[in-house]
């Protein structure tokens, strides 16, 4: 609703100006006030009177910005629609009138000039459609033709906000590309076959496929167990600094970039009594060879001298991993000897003032623990004065060992949320992708406002930092699940 009127009081006529959106899914009226907070609209939330379903409704009163609002529902007007245009326009429609059922798409209205919108907004993006005739309500639908594949195609591009009219689940996908084998080849040896379907859709099967298991689980291949063992028990290589220098000098050696920190912290608490890092630091050095080190120990600021000394010869990148910002007690629980965010925020300062890059994992975004607007907020905002080189979110993975950690801290220390953990987790190790949608959504506009969408100034030499090697292409990143699965440190 949107409304401008004028009244008289006993002095004056008074103008109001009033804009509401009242929903009872909430996931889509927090879409709404993010995307308004964007353009620098910021409203407020409330309940809404209803004598149906609970509903919450977002509001202002502030005239200059409802006739921002209304600037923004004229831009999809007129024949010329950009592709950003109707994938917004066509996620919001589907929110409000759009259903999936049986794996058939469609969207529902009595206005046949609202479907003839909904037509031209998916006819920009190639998605074929029909318009059903009308039901004895009246009410006419639009229907993606395709089938499964063409709403799974629809939901990519779009990223409706409702995850609960999503649900594509029991249907079968099939394909509409040409596949066939083109070839069959007698290795002479027998592979153990692991086939794997990505998050864009891509299938592999190409012999034996390694990856990165989350740390927790690793502790078991020293015969430890992923629980206590992994809290309490570590081996150190004492003589890590020597092998790597005789494994450098190997004429082999081709120096690709190292990175270190994607299993092992290498600033624990134990490097304080063994002092293997500036070894470590000292030999890739010497080879010629670049290197990055994640961390969440504060004692990376002890070899701030040797990393400007070894970024004079090859390209050295650091990466200071932060989970909780606003809650102390969230975080000794969670991350219990970690040092505090208030000190891991320092180092980052620290390392950039030395004049090196350092970017932050804001990762794992927890949902429900740490994922709303106003915690990514405050998280932004003081990583924004570190002068952080840049960002890097991903949402919660679970891999075996660190599941079953989780599950008993969760149910010992926020039972309220397993039955929601165990719907967003209880078919895999990765957050869906609905919700990680909905976080990217979130966070975008928070990036934006806090100047984080664009590259940091090297204090050294005044120009752009560093940015991440890791795929990242912005100052911001959202890691992949798999790269998540990759870098993600060790938390639990």
């Known amino acids: ?40 609209i910021e409203t407020l939330l409330r309940d809404f009177p209803t004598t149906g379903q609970p509903m919450k409704a977002i509001h202002t009163a502030k005239g200059a910005d409802v006739e921002r609002i209304e600037r923004l529902l004229e831009r999809g007007q007129g024949s010329t629609r950009s592709r950003e245009w109707s994938s917004g326009f066509l996620a919001g429609a589907f929110d409000a009138e759009g259903s999936l059922s049986q794996g058939i798409l469609r969207f529902s209205n009595k206005s046949l000039v609202y479907l003839g919108e909904v037509v031209e907004a998916l006819a920009v993006w190639g998605i074929e459609s029909v318009l059903e005739p009308p039901a004895a309500s009246g009410v006419s639908s639009v229907r993606v033709r395709g089938g499964v594949p063409a709403a799974r195609r629809f939901i990519r591009l779009t990223l409706p906000a409702i995850t609960r009219k999503l649900s594509m689940e029991g249907r079968s996908v099939k394909t509409a590309s040409d596949l066939r084998v083109v070839s069959i080849d007698d290795l002479e040896q027998e592979m153990d076959l692991i086939d794997i379907t990505t998050g864009t859709g891509d299938f592999i099967a190409n012999g034996v496929i390694s990856h990165n298991c989350f740390a927790r689980n690793t502790h078991t291949y020293l015969d430890f167990d992923a629980g206590r063992d992994f809290d309490t028990q570590i081996v150190v290589k004492v003589n890590v600094a020597e092998v790597l220098e005789r494994e450098l000098a190997r004429p082999s050696w081709e120096r690709p970039h190292v990175a270190l920190g994607t299993n092992t912290d290498p600033y624990q608490r134990a490097e304080g009594r063994y002092r293997l890092m500036p070894g470590i630091i000292a030999a890739l050095a010497a080879s010629d060879t670049p290197f990055s080190i994640l961390t969440k120990g504060t004692l990376l600021r002890r070899d701030l001298p040797l990393l400007q000394a070894a970024a004079e010869r090859v390209p050295v990148e650091t990466a200071v991993s932060i989970t909780v910002f606003d809650d102390e007690h969230l975080q000794r629980s969670l991350e219990p000897g970690a040092p505090s965010t208030a000190a891991r925020l320092a180092t980052v300062k620290a390392v950039r003032d030395a004049g090196l890059p350092c970017a932050v994992f804001l990762m794992p975004v927890l949902p429900y623990l740490t994922d709303s607007r106003e915690q990514l907020d405050t998280a932004l905002a003081r990583i924004a004065e570190t002068g952080a080189s840049s960002i890097a979110y991903s949402a919660l993975h679970l891999r075996p060992g660190a599941q079953e950690w989780f599950a008993a801290w969760l149910l010992r220390e926020h039972p309220e949320l397993a039955p929601r953990y165990r719907e967003l987790y209880g078919n895999g190790a990765y957050a869906p992708k609905e919700y990680r949608a909905r976080l990217a959504a979130r966070i975008r506009p928070l990036l934006r406002r806090h100047g984080l969408d664009r590259p940091r100034l090297d204090p050294a030499t005044g120009t752009p930092g560093t940015r991440p090697r890791r795929g990242a292409t912005a100052l911001a990143a959202e890691l992949s699940p798999a790269a998540a699965a990759a870098l993600q440190p060790t938390l639990f």
């Open 1 to 40: 609703m949107i409304f401008h009127g004028t009244y008289e009081d006993a002095r004056r006529a008074r103008t109001i100006h009033r804009f509401r959106l009242a929903l009872k899914d909430f996931e889509a009226l927090e879409r709404s006030r993010e995307y308004l907070s964007g353009f620098g």
